[in-house]
């Protein structure tokens, strides 16, 4: 009954963005996720927005599908933000009372974390909105086949990982007609203090650790009538090509890195002198 | 009295989603209090999504337009809601799955206890439901209900529904996965708790000669919403709307449309095996020898070939199965091809 | 020799320290190619049990089971069995591994570490067969239950078996689900593929040409589906007759005599003949 219900974030669209190679999209991200923290100035800031502009504007995605992502962090952030800005002391007072000075450094500090913080958790989303648990599950898979050069049981844990995924559907559908059928015969699952509930746990963890067990033997057997394990030398039915719209992404986001690296580390004047543009004497 | 009384009903699936779907379309039912209705419809067609408004498993979505009344009782009522769950039972497909204590005896408890039955009344109910499914007190009471047989499993599962003592009974396909001799067994079962529990049963089911054997009243689903309502030879005999709606015919009313393809025509509204039975013997000319009524339409049912009624024969089944043990069966062969010596 | 030749098997389960259940016990058997096959025989019977016999899934505790001439207990030839004869379970979703439709019907060649392009090819050809092929990046977890099952003979057929084995593949699916997967089992055997199916519905069991019951871990009854259905053994193995053949027997007694009745159509083809 909650078939149609879609784990993670995945938003489905037809676009150049969902059709980038995984791969390609992690490596990316990851770049992406670096580069942010090389950012200092407004500029900076306002180049990463941009670029992020751009992506979310050609994957089609709705803007509040990546505030949604934002809104998940939003206590850490008001958090993080209330601690900066007390916790900062030096530079220009701009309000004091009592104990609680408030800086002019202080309030730069913030607004950079602030601004760091959304972009980051945008970003990372972007992952997860445009690219499906499996094709992230493949990527990684083959991202990390370098490391079974060194024993790791790169193809083990890729069949865990799809598996995992696999069943996450029809676990959750599971659990709900538990949960239902227990609920006909009386069961109180909302009620009462925290060790209540934990008691009124049992009688759905149990059926659904014995399903589970259950279906794993069934899997099991299932994978073996069709000869897993029978030769070291398993092939892969797809393999992903690396397309031309993978290196033009890529391109773009390695300028953004370079511009971002640039503008820090030789021309830090242009930052100041762009910032000082904008925002006058404010700063 | 109406058992249920249900207004406007509709309901959709993530709403606001892509997935958006429509699974009731402005449903109104009214089941009275004593009758045995039959829900049919394809997989899909919002059967699950309205019994489980019954007892607020399920609240509707639109409370002003929609109503649900059950028992008297408002579904949408969180005072009442409490009380409704245990005067609605529901035995969910598969419902071995549902099994959690490490005894029969506390499996079957859970209901009751819940109700906050006093503890002698919770064990009078224990035995009770186990006496009315057939499992005997002393035998199973003690044992884990994970080591039992597949069909004394859903025994269990059903025993802990009714020991809560519901009026009305909701059973959502029981049958499925049982052998035959499991399920003739369960069918006889379900008249057996109308009788002397639950007055009111709605089954959910897939099979049409169970619909036609047991039910008084069809109630047939087609993309949420009710396309037809009566008793089964009402329902049965718009064989278009049955097959429009993507369900099967009941054996007999199969079987009566391919004599009717070679001209032989018998009455109509047959859709039971003791029915086709007694209009084919007038065909031959031989009268329908004599039996004392109730029992026989459900003897010459073809798929409840024992007509288990009650307790007792489940009793006996179990006898003759030790007669069975007791002398040997032989092995018949067809095929001379077949090699070795399988004698028994 | 038969392509499949179960030479007095017997197989005992380990349940728990010092208890073991013998589940099935000196049976012997042979199946030919091409076949269409009814397992049956109640709960408990060691239908199921021998079914993981016949592609090494289980050993015999006694006795040899052959395939195509090579034993399930040989290991060094274990994959060749279980390519040879596929298998279909109960419970649609518990035998899909993958995602994605196509993924998990690649499952199969790609353990056998066949080429990528052959791979591609059978994954084409066994989607087509089973009429899933538009499904193919869809997700497995929102298909009927009878497309998942079609799909889990997908996977079966990309491994170019001889036989399939359908272990109550069907007891989960609703009436128009089992009616999808038992045309395309039809069209499968029509093509040369052995086929046993392993039932308790004993309307399906009717369909097949061969019906083999089972009782306590013994072969009971075997025979095609008329002499099967008129075996006074039949409700000692705690089957009953389909719903046809059960009214042909009622009629019988009652002094009209239709002659032997598997199927529907049988039982019409029977009055009718008697009328004139």
């Not at chain 2, 049958?175 to 057996?192: F, H, S, Y």
Request: hydrophobic content about 45%; proline content about 4%; some cysteine.
């Amino acid at each position: 009954m909650f078939k149609d219900v879609s784990f993670g974030q995945y938003y489905p669209a037809n676009s150049p963005v969902h059709k980038l190679d995984a791969r390609i999209k992690l490596i990316l991200t990851l770049v992406y996720i670096i580069g942010i923290f090389f950012v200092k100035s407004y500029f900076g800031f306002m180049l990463t927005a941009a670029l992020l502009l751009l992506i979310i504007f050609s994957a089609r995605l709705p803007m509040a599908s990546v505030l949604r992502s934002v809104r998940g962090i939003l206590l850490l952030v008001v958090l993080t933000a209330i601690i900066n800005l007390f916790m900062i002391k030096d530079g220009d007072v701009l309000v004091e009372w009592k104990i609680f000075v408030i800086t002019k450094n202080g309030v730069h500090t913030t607004i950079k974390m602030i601004l760091r913080l959304v972009l980051l958790i945008s970003g990372a989303s972007l992952l997860a909105l445009t690219t499906t648990p499996v094709e992230l599950a493949d990527g990684l898979e083959s991202l990390m086949k370098p490391l079974a050069l060194i024993k790791v049981p790169v193809r083990d844990i890729a069949m865990i990982m799809s598996i995992a995924l696999r069943f996450i559907p029809t676990l959750f559908d599971e659990t709900n007609k538990i949960v239902s059928a227990q609920k006909a015969r009386g069961a109180s699952l909302d009620t009462g203090n925290i060790f209540a509930r934990i008691k009124a746990l049992v009688p759905v963890l149990v059926p659904l650790f014995v399903s589970s067990f259950r279906r794993a033997d069934e899997l099991a057997f299932a994978m073996d009538a069709r000869c897993y394990n029978a030769t070291d030398k398993r092939t892969k039915m797809k393999r992903s090509k690396i397309k031309f719209s993978d290196v033009l992404a890529a391109l773009v986001v390695l300028s953004f890195f370079t511009v971002i690296l640039l503008e820090r580390y030789y021309f830090p004047s242009v930052g100041i002198n762009i910032d000082a543009m904008i925002f006058g004497g404010l700063l | 009295m109406q058992a249920v009384e249900i207004k406007n009903l509709s309901f959709v699936y993530s709403k606001g989603t892509p997935n958006e779907k429509l699974a009731l379309d402005n449903i109104d039912l009214s089941i009275e209090e004593g009758s045995f209705v039959a829900l049919i419809g394809a997989t899909g067609s919002g059967k699950s999504t309205l019994i489980q408004h019954l007892n607020g498993l399920i609240k509707p979505q639109d409370k002003k337009r929609s109503s649900v009344i059950v028992n008297g009782k408002s579904a949408t009522d969180k005072k009442t809601l409490k009380t409704l769950r245990f005067e609605v039972g529901m035995v969910f497909q598969y419902p071995e799955y549902q099994l959690f204590a490490d005894t029969v005896e506390k499996d079957i408890a859970f209901g009751p206890k819940n109700m906050k039955l006093a503890s002698d009344e919770v064990s009078r109910r224990v035995k009770r439901a186990m006496e009315t499914v057939g499992l005997d007190y002393a035998e199973f009471a003690e044992r884990s209900p994970f080591d039992l047989s597949g069909g004394e499993k859903r025994r269990v599962a059903i025993a802990g529904v009714i020991a809560m003592e519901p009026k009305i009974l909701v059973l959502d396909e029981p049958v499925a996965g049982l052998d035959p001799a499991g399920r003739a067994e369960l069918l006889a079962l379900i008249k057996t708790l109308q009788k002397q529990v639950s007055p009111t049963v709605i089954l959910v089911s897939h099979n049409m000669d169970d619909v036609a054997a047991l039910a008084d009243r069809v109630v047939a689903l087609k993309d949420g919403r009710i396309v037809a309502d009566g008793t089964p030879k009402q329902v049965f005999a718009d064989r278009a709307l049955i097959k429009d709606i993507g369900l099967d015919l009941p054996t007999a009313a199969r079987i009566a449309d391919r004599l009717a393809e070679r001209s032989i025509e018998l009455d109509k509204d047959i859709i039971t095996m003791a029915e086709l039975k007694a209009a084919l013997l007038s065909l031959f000319g031989k009268a329908e020898q004599q039996v004392d009524g109730n029992d026989e339409s459900q003897a010459s049912d073809g798929t409840r070939e024992e007509p288990t009624g009650e307790n007792s024969s489940l009793q006996s089944k179990a006898n003759a199965e030790n007669n069975i043990d007791g002398g040997d069966v032989k092995v018949v062969k067809y095929e001379g091809n077949t090699g070795g010596d399988a004698d028994v | 020799m038969a392509f499949i030749e179960i030479k007095g098997v017997s197989y005992v389960y380990p349940i728990r320290e010092g208890v073991s259940l013998k589940a099935v016990k000196n049976l012997s058997l042979s199946i030919e190619a091409g076949e269409f096959v009814a397992l049956t025989g109640m709960n408990g019977s060691g239908k199921s049990t021998l079914a993981k016999l016949l592609n090494g899934l289980f050993k015999p505790s006694e006795g040899e089971i052959m395939i195509d001439g090579v034993s399930t207990a040989d290991e060094d030839h274990i994959f060749d069995i279980r390519r040879k004869v596929g298998m279909v379970f109960q419970n649609p979703d518990n035998q899909t591994v993958a995602t994605l439709i196509e993924d998990d019907v690649a499952f199969g060649p790609e353990n056998l570490g066949l080429p990528r392009e052959e791979i591609v090819q059978r994954v084409n050809f066994a989607l087509e067969a089973v009429g899933m092929s538009e499904y193919r990046t869809r997700e497995a977890a929102k298909l009927s239950g009878g497309q998942k099952q079609r799909v889990a003979i997908a996977g079966v057929l990309a491994m170019r078996p001889d036989v399939l084995i359908l272990d109550e593949a069907t007891s989960m699916l609703d009436p128009a689900g089992r009616e999808e997967v038992l045309d395309v089992v039809r069209q499968l055997n029509s093509q040369g593929i052995t086929v046993i199916n392993i039932t308790h519905n004993m309307e399906e069991a009717a369909l097949a040409k061969r019906v083999i019951v089972m009782r306590k871990g013994r072969l009971a009854i075997d025979g095609t589906p008329s002499q099967v259905f008129s075996s006074s053994l039949l409700q000692a193995c705690g089957l009953t007759l389909p719903p046809a053949a059960a009214l042909a027997k009622e009629l019988k007694e009652s002094g009209v005599d239709i002659g032997a009745v598997t199927t529907e159509e049988s039982f019409a083809e029977g009055i009718c003949k008697l009328l004139k």
